[in-house]
């Protein structure tokens, strides 16, 4: 990943100087950092948002022909056939006792290559990540705060789904259009709802959706994605509400460019690196918010593992939502 450095305009250090961090909080070597407040309690309340039974699987297709939305410079999943009915027709197949006949492939990928949860290590600035690791111990793999410890956790708690783009009354937001703690609770009030401490956030745009629909030459023509926007009291919002994950239909979670600063991506850092807040990305939204519309149900229980991957930077994942 490559990211421009704005010239004009703070560094991300001189924006967050004062910014709270969480660091410490849970100890000198916790690597799952605010998915700390999804205790045994906090599940057993979320299992109380399920109503219908209605389940929505959260995951973009992988390894798509219709491709696969991610990040600029990044490519999507590439899947290969090693073994199929041809290799048997061809005299290539390894054939068994009984005659069994069988398909086997294999995928390379980004691992923030399709919907994804991001290592709290993935993005640091000033020489430390998440809880004061030293940035060293990214090297040739994370020694701390890989994905691996969150695949380990688990994520279980109560979703709640904002769904902005239909509360301001669009089929997607705009190119760098952003929204605040304040739209969200705006949003969640105009659903009917009301944020909960410790609630994952389920925040749609309808950006991904767009991804399917338009050229890719148009998609990534002018790319600032739109998304949640930095300020000292949105950050202060997430560290008193506590949450512990925020999930979006965005492939990075936030507005690309700070309109105020400048900066790239900083809640990157304010909030993942900071105050240990995992980032889910790349999110499919679109069913679940209809279904949202539908009945009027917008919490659910929320539960997703992402792959145990050792030293990893992040993590497929494909979240389950049971309304
Ligand atoms: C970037 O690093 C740009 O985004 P992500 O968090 O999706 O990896």
Not at 49 to 68: E, R, W
Request: glycine share 12%; aromatic share 8%; proline share 4%.
């Amino acid at each position: 990943m490559t990211h421009t450095h704005e010239e004009v305009g703070p560094s991300v250090k001189e924006l967050l100087k004062d910014s709270p961090k969480n660091w410490g909080k849970w100890g000198p070597d916790d690597e799952v950092g605010s998915l700390n407040y999804l205790t045994p309690e906090v599940v057993i309340a979320a299992a109380g948002s399920i109503k219908s039974g209605k389940t929505f699987t959260l995951q973009v297709k992988m390894a798509n022909p219709a491709g696969d939305p991610v990040w600029p410079g990044r490519t999507g999943a590439v899947r290969i056939n090693v073994m199929d009915e041809g290799h048997f027709i061809a005299g290539k197949g390894v054939e068994s006792a009984g005659g069994a006949h069988y398909a086997d492939d294999y995928m390379t990928c980004f691992l923030q290559g399709s919907t994804q949860y991001d290592a709290l290590g993935h993005v640091w600035y000033d020489g430390e990540i998440w809880n004061g690791y030293d940035a060293k111990t990214t090297i040739g793999g994370m020694g701390k705060a890989s994905v691996c410890a969150i695949a380990e956790k688990g994520v279980v708690g109560r979703g709640i789904l904002l769904d902005i783009a239909r509360w301001r009354g669009k089929d997607v937001l705009d190119v760098g259009e952003t929204f605040t703690h304040e739209d969200l609770q705006a949003c969640a009030a105009a659903q009917g709802t009301e944020i909960q401490r410790r609630d994952i956030l389920v925040i749609r745009t309808g950006w991904i959706g767009k991804f399917y629909r338009v050229s890719r030459e148009e998609f990534y023509g002018d790319f600032v994605e739109p998304g949640l926007t930095h300020s000292d009291e949105l950050v202060a919002w997430f560290q008193q509400m506590e949450i512990p994950n925020i999930v979006t239909d965005t492939i990075a979670n936030e507005v690309t460019v700070d309109p105020v600063s400048g900066v790239v991506l900083p809640l990157h850092n304010a909030l993942m690196r900071n105050l240990g807040i995992t980032l889910t990305e790349i999110a499919w939204l679109d069913d679940l918010a209809d279904d949202c519309a539908a009945d009027g149900q917008y919490t659910f229980l929320y539960a997703a593992a992402p792959l145990k991957v050792v030293n990893g930077t992040g993590s497929p994942v494909n979240p389950i939502a049971i309304k």
